[in-house]
């Protein structure tokens, strides 16, 4: 079927049908794999370290950054095997 066909149908759609017809045609689409956020939960999570201390926050700075480290440690290996080159 092409395109032009079903455009030419659209058009003998009354129009208070058209509603219908475009809600069918989003449900048709690929629902995207996050919805877009309004950035409400951003900010809810925004300040949450605010009543931390200088030192706390130190500390959970290098706690965070050594467990990153060590669950990404042997990817970059395994990732890009070494080949001989001779």
């Known amino acids: 079927m092409e395109l032009s066909q079903i455009i030419e149908e659209i058009h003998l759609i009354p129009p208070d049908r058209l509603p219908e017809i475009h809600e069918f045609i989003h449900s048709l689409r690929p629902s995207p794999k996050t919805p877009p956020d ?42 890009s095997p070494q080949t001989d080159k001779a």
């Not at 950035?39 to 926050?57: L, Q």
């Open 38 to 79: 309004d950035g409400t939960k951003i900010m809810k999570f925004a300040g949450c370290w605010r009543d931390m201390t200088d030192g706390e926050f130190e500390d959970f700075s290098q706690e965070v950054a050594m467990r990153r480290k060590q669950a990404f440690s042997g990817r970059a290996s395994e990732a």
